[in-house]
């Protein structure tokens, strides 16, 4: 309950702060979709990460959440394509 509580807290000052002042920052639109997906929102999850890929095709951080999302959820073949896009 507290992570929860701690990933909406992060997530709220992240849509209402961060990207107001770094709206082509990478790292925080990987950060916010990473927390929806731990968090079971999947389909807003997987909208921010795809939003830190326009910004940088070749975000690693990005690439290896979704890796690990499409492996967790029986898809290896996109899970490979993530890590193999760009060495």
Do not use: C
């Not at 209402?16 to 807003?44: F, I």
């Not at 967790?72 to 394509?81: R, S």
């Amino acid at each position: 309950l507290e992570r929860l509580r701690a990933d909406l807290a992060r997530a709220s000052a992240i849509m209402s702060d961060a990207l107001k002042q770094r709206p082509n920052d990478p790292d925080l639109h990987h950060e916010l979709g990473a927390l929806l997906l731990r968090n079971g929102q999947v389909r807003q999850g997987l909208h921010w990460l795809g939003q830190a890929l326009e910004i940088d095709r070749q975000h690693r951080p990005t690439r290896d959440t979704l890796a690990a999302y499409y492996d967790k959820i029986g898809q290896p073949q996109l899970a490979a394509e993530y890590r193999r896009k760009f060495p």
